[in-house]
């Protein structure tokens, strides 16, 4: 078994892992001006894909170009939310070259797609001998229908562990799958972070919430509209706050509560989404909610579209409104200017901001702790460190500990 590093190599986007040249794992982009892709197009036999977030699925619709038709494996969420996420890239760039799929592509999704459970064990083509692969797709605790993925060519057990998280969150629990395995492909988002109790940081979002529109101001809280969106809205309806819901997680949410197997508390969502308000846009909707001393959860999470981008030009100059950071900010996005700068691009030009912002770790991934604890079941397996800004130097840190562990390069092929 050989693996190649196409995306999400010493980086966080554009996941893709192809394995023996025939079995691709994720296919995403990297969210950036302009987007990017994985490092090559490559025509595998099948394509297993680990969870619905952009930088894991968001270039899968490229791959059935022309007469190609790869058998795609995902649970049934993941298969739901890719369609979202492929149709808003086309609403956002189709017809351009920074597109690399049309409609059409996505429409043969319905041809090439196989949905599984976890624990189901499938057979899946391909391998260095045409022998294939058996397949399994455990809980990862990242979002909901998120996957570790296990391959086994009957010699070799690779495990992908995709996002995922170990701590309990109130949509999904965390993971506890643990399988078997010699080779461990491990993201390393929050390799150097602890993550603060969740308890305590919804507390202190909530009071940040509260006193903001005591004072008279309104809240902008941006979201991913896949998993954070819905967080937010279960810990503010924990609360006793009333959010309006912009942007994409609109949709997502009612998608969500169509597979309530894959959630933790179904019933907590239903009344979350029942307290909402959700946000049309229509007429000068957003303008009127700006000035209402309200909290407003929209997408995009790191600022670079979406109803977001309404927002915070109507708010930005008073102090007295706030702005939540409540994900991970990739570098060179708008968020991260915000976070580090306290400035940001709008209308074409780079802004100051003078309403508070503050930042809140809402992470759906392991932190530091929670990669070594799950790691820790795998001391004899070998382990390379993908999806993170520091894959070296955790791997570094793993083999100071024992571990045969490395970080590949971006477009690295290893033998295995």
Not at 115 to 123: I, L, M, V
Request: aromatic residues 6%; negative net charge.
């Amino acid at each position: 078994m050989d693996v190649e590093f196409l995306g999400g190599a010493r980086e966080v986007g554009r996941s893709a892992v192809l394995v023996d040249g025939s079995l691709l794992l994720d296919y995403g982009l990297l969210t950036a001006d302009p987007p990017r892709y994985p490092v090559r197009d490559p025509e595998p036999d099948a394509v297993v894909v680990s969870h619905g977030h952009l930088d894991h699925v968001g270039a899968v619709p490229a791959l059935l170009k022309g007469d190609r038709r790869p058998p795609i494996h995902w649970t049934p969420p993941t298969a739901d939310l890719a369609r979202v996420l492929a149709r808003d890239t086309l609403k956002l760039h189709g017809n351009s070259p920074l597109c690399p799929f049309s409609e059409e592509h996505v429409a043969r999704l319905g041809e090439a797609e196989v949905r599984h459970g976890y624990g189901e064990s499938f057979p899946v083509a391909g391998g260095v001998d045409g022998g294939g692969y058996e397949v399994t797709l455990r809980n990862a605790g990242h979002v909901p229908g998120s996957a570790h993925v296990l391959v086994d060519d009957g010699d070799t057990r690779l495990l992908y562990t995709g996002d995922f998280h170990t701590d309990d969150q109130r949509l999904v629990s965390g993971t506890t799958a643990r399988p078997d395995a010699d080779i461990v492909i491990c993201e390393s988002t929050y390799a150097d972070v602890s993550h603060e109790e969740r308890a305590a940081v919804e507390a202190r979002w909530a009071d940040r919430v509260r006193t903001t529109i005591w004072e008279g101001g309104t809240v902008v809280a941006p979201a991913f509209a896949i998993g954070r969106t819905q967080e937010l809205m279960l810990v503010a309806a924990a609360n006793d706050l009333t959010p309006y819901v912009d942007g994409m997680g609109t949709e997502v949410t009612r998608l969500l509560r169509r597979h309530p197997e894959f959630l933790r508390d179904p019933e907590a969502l239903r009344r979350a989404k029942g307290a909402a308000r959700f946000v049309t846009g229509r007429d000068g909707q957003r303008e009127r909610i700006a000035a209402d001393n309200a909290l407003v959860i929209t997408t995009s999470g790191m600022l670079a579209g979406g109803p977001v981008r309404s927002y915070l030009p109507a708010i930005r100059t008073n102090p007295t409104n706030a702005v939540t950071l409540t994900g991970y900010q990739v570098e060179g996005t708008p968020g991260r200017e915000l976070q580090e700068r306290g400035r940001m691009e709008l209308n074409g030009r780079v802004r100051p901001v003078s309403a508070r912002v503050d930042s809140f770790d809402f992470s759906a991934h392991a932190d530091r702790e929670g990669l070594e604890s799950f790691l820790d079941d795998y001391r004899d397996a070998r382990v390379l460190v993908n999806h993170g800004d520091r894959c070296v130097a955790f791997s570094e840190d793993l083999r100071e500990e024992g571990f045969d562990a490395s970080a590949p390069a971006l477009g690295a092929r290893i033998e295995l």
